[in-house]
């Protein structure tokens, strides 16, 4: 299994749909995932950050599966500007801030 | 707002040619970090740096060196550019260890596109 493997997509969904995103890792001591959101030609940005069970953002929820070693991302209610990619992160054991970036998925909202 | 300023946002550079990748950022970030990101392949890391005069490989170190004499700035040198350096290079920081799980949250820079001929 590699470190961190994602769908690269796309995925083209209509606006107002529901759509999720699922990204494995390999790592079973990992603690911590982190979902970062890379727009066209622009730099990441932290999405969110998943410690325990899951974490809900108003229309994004992070899922951890640890059973299955993996985390999900459901965004509902879809918007044009959620178009983007989504880059699925584990941190390297025993490096602080020393992060695995899946290769992401991309997004495409449509009118 | 924490902010990543890289130096360049474009460059074309000629094989063999040296170069200067700056990076600073203006939070007191302890942590400072070097990636390159090539469609297909993500975002790949070269070096990272967790204090002043400290560096660290990453994954892909190999014809790149970093300098960090300042805590707010990173530097990546190509001693010697090749067309396979050609790339998005990002920037990141982040605080150190222990502050609320700050260390993984990164904030990058805006990337600096390098083209070598």
């Known amino acids: 299994r590699k470190e961190v493997e994602q769908d690269p997509g796309p995925f083209n969904v209509p606006e107002g749909a529901t759509v999720a995103f699922n990204c494995t890792y390999s790592?079973?001591?990992?603690?911590?995932f982190f979902w970062y959101r890379q727009d066209c030609r622009k730099e990441p940005k932290l999405l969110m950050s998943v410690y325990s069970s899951g974490n809900e953002d108003g229309r994004f929820t992070a899922q951890l599966n640890r059973a299955s070693q993996y985390i999900s991302l459901l965004i509902r209610d879809s918007k044009l500007s959620d178009s983007a990619t989504y880059l699925c992160v584990v941190p390297r054991g025993g490096s602080q801030g020393n992060l695995i970036f899946g290769k992401g998925t991309k997004l495409s909202v449509k009118p | 707002d924490v902010k990543v300023t890289q130096s360049s946002r474009y460059l074309v550079k000629r094989t063999g040619e040296k170069v200067f990748l700056e990076c600073v950022q203006d939070m007191d970030h302890e942590n400072m970090f070097w990636y390159r990101q090539d469609p297909g392949l993500g975002l790949r890391l070269i070096y990272f740096s967790y204090d002043v005069k400290m560096k660290e490989k990453g994954d892909i170190p190999e014809g790149y060196s970093v300098s960090r004499e300042k805590k707010e700035r990173f530097s990546l040198i190509l001693e010697s550019a090749s067309t396979n350096q050609t790339s998005m290079y990002l920037c990141a920081s982040s605080y150190r260890t222990g502050r609320a799980s700050g260390a993984n949250v990164l904030t990058f820079g805006a990337g600096s596109r390098l083209t070598v001929l």
């Open positions: 790592n079973s001591a990992s603690q911590s």
